[in-house]
């Protein structure tokens, strides 16, 4: 007899698994379909960014670092007593800017996002790495020199906010090596 459906789904090797711990620190990152450069325009950036504040605010998530590029995004967000809510936050932040960006485009129905990846933060070095491949991701494409001068990005607010010796603590972590897809 087969085993269980339940059973036989649940360790699933393809899918990555999610953990979802309460007010744990997660590095998520979404990118758009087929790598399209569907943000690449300043108003559509700032309607990706504010979508982004108001549902992490909405849903109770503490954002701690971002960067909007022109086909992806990278978060670093403290989750809520409910961590479970990241898929619901997340799925209103792709139907909300999916259906403004095609009207923009006039492209009804389009596909917009692909999929999204998220990695519960358990070490340090790890989280304060992610930190910083956040900061300084528009510099990593090329989009800018400082990243303190990309608005779509959190290094300004960062250095403005943080203290200094945390802020160098950051700054200073190597994510050259990270494995970001």
Same mark, same amino acid.
């Given at each position: 007899?087969?085993?269980?459906?339940?059973? $036989?789904?649940?360790?699933?090797?393809?899918?990555?698994?999610?953990?979802? $711990?309460?007010?744990?620190?997660?590095?998520?990152?979404?990118?758009?379909?087929?790598?399209?450069? @569907?943000?690449?325009?300043?108003? !559509?950036? /700032?309607? @990706?960014?504010?979508?982004?504040? =108001?549902?992490?605010?909405?849903?109770?998530?503490?954002?701690?670092?971002?960067?909007?590029?022109?086909?992806?995004?990278?978060?670093?967000?403290?989750?809520?007593?409910?961590?479970?809510?990241?898929?619901?936050?997340?799925?209103?932040?792709?139907?909300?800017?999916?259906?403004?960006?095609?009207?923009?485009?006039?492209?009804?129905?389009?596909?917009?996002?692909?999929?999204?990846?998220?990695?519960? @933060?358990?070490?340090?070095?790890?989280?304060?790495?992610?930190?910083?491949?956040?900061?300084?991701?528009?510099? !990593?494409?090329?989009?800018?020199?400082? $990243? =303190? /001068?990309?608005?779509?990005?959190?290094?300004?607010?960062? !250095?403005?906010? $943080?203290?200094? !010796?945390?802020? /160098? @603590?950051?700054?200073?972590?190597?994510?050259?090596?990270?494995?970001? =897809?």
């Amino acid at each position: 007899m087969a085993p269980h459906a339940d059973t $036989a789904f649940s360790n699933w090797p393809h899918a990555p698994s999610h953990l979802f $711990a309460p007010h744990a620190t997660y590095f998520i990152t979404s990118g758009t379909y087929l790598k399209r450069m @569907l943000f690449d325009t300043p108003a !559509k950036r /700032d309607y @990706l960014m504010e979508t982004r504040f =108001e549902q992490a605010q909405r849903w109770n998530w503490r954002l701690e670092a971002w960067a909007i590029l022109a086909n992806h995004y990278h978060v670093v967000a403290c989750a809520p007593e409910n961590a479970e809510t990241l898929k619901t936050m997340l799925n209103a932040i792709h139907s909300k800017t999916a259906v403004w960006v095609n009207k923009i485009d006039g492209q009804s129905g389009r596909k917009c996002w692909y999929r999204y990846r998220d990695t519960c @933060l358990t070490y340090q070095k790890n989280y304060l790495a992610r930190l910083n491949y956040t900061h300084y991701n528009p510099v !990593k494409h090329g989009i800018v020199k400082d $990243a =303190e /001068d990309y608005r779509w990005c959190s290094m300004a607010w960062f !250095k403005l906010r $943080a203290d200094p !010796k945390y802020r /160098d @603590l950051v700054l200073s972590m190597k994510c050259d090596q990270l494995n970001v =897809e």
